[in-house]
């Protein structure tokens, strides 16, 4: 009989981005990200003895297909664990994964993937090692350091509403190697913030972040970005902290254009963009100065934008998208998330 473990790890959003990386998925900067909770990956293993001549680590059945193009982001994630983790060559991973969100909606996947996939690991351990006890938080902490071997913003899903990741000198227990929950240093209006995420195009992101954090290595910009994210980041702690949205609005909107600035000017250069996406931005603003509501936007390395508002601001938002971008009200253009509250256990 196999064991099974099964995790449901949802996405995040950065609102301060990881954008360029060291060897052995060491930021080059540290991040914060908004935790959701409608975006979210549900992944099972069943854990089974792997035989002596048995070639395969693990089988991938994704919404319960084969899916060989995601093969070998496990596989090199399962590698890199092998250090850490010298059983787990003993065993073979039979991995059923499903997503609330359609793979090709152009939403980043990666972060509830592997973050679900790293507390599965992190659950068969203690099954195998009960004697080890560790705490919750120690349970998340190294479910989180897993996560980031496999994708780096993946190691800010584990915890609930925000996350920050990488060394901060002003952030007491932040570190390079895991992410942790910021979830009592945020004021309590972040805590159900929306997300909602205008879908402009779902077609598969033309840059892999991979290939994005590389062109960091020898961009112009380097230096100055990577002192940009610890000034943005000093700024945003106490914004959050006491609910200055205007800040955030700031930090967040900067943030977004900087992660696109650098990718167009880049060699090679990217541009994400499409029109949709500016004609929303500046929908966007306009409607913010006309009203003084607080509505920002934040982008990805993709063309979808995200709007971030208090949930308190829904009603006024659902009827200016119904007035102003109806086209988006549509089947599949539009997904309402929100500030959630983490990754859920199933067994
Ligand atoms: O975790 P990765 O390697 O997919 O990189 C994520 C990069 C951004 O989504 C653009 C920013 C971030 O911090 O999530």
Known sequence: MSIKTQWISPSNIAIVKY????????????????????????????????????????????????????????????????IYLPWLKDWHLEINSANTFPHSSGIASSASAMSALALCIVSFEQHLFPDSFISDSQFFRRGSWFARLGSGSASRSVFPVASLWGNFL??????????????????????????????????????????????????FFREGRIEQAFHHLKELLPALKTGDLEKFIQICETEAMTLHGLMMSSNPYYLLLQPDSLRIIHAIRNFRNETKIPLAFTIDAGPNIHLLFPQRYQEEIESWIESSLPEYLAEGKLIRDLVGTGPVCLS
Not at 27 to 39: A, G, K, W
Not at 54 to 82: A, N, Y
């Open 19 to 82: 954008w360029g990386k060291l060897p052995d998925q060491i930021p080059m900067n540290p991040s914060l990200s908004l935790t959701l909770s409608e975006s979210h990956t549900n992944t099972s293993v069943h854990w089974l003895k792997r035989t002596p001549d048995e070639q395969k680590r693990f089988q991938f059945l994704f919404e319960g297909k084969p899916k060989p193009g995601f093969e070998p982001k496990i596989l090199s994630f399962l590698d890199k664990l092998d």
């Open 170 to 219: 002003q952030q007491h227990d932040s570190s390079d190697e895991f992410g942790i929950g910021m979830a009592d240093e945020v004021h309590v209006e972040f805590k159900n913030y929306c997300d909602y995420i205008f879908i402009v195009s779902g077609g598969v992101k033309s840059v892999s972040s991979s290939a994005g954090h590389d062109l960091m290595n020898r961009h």
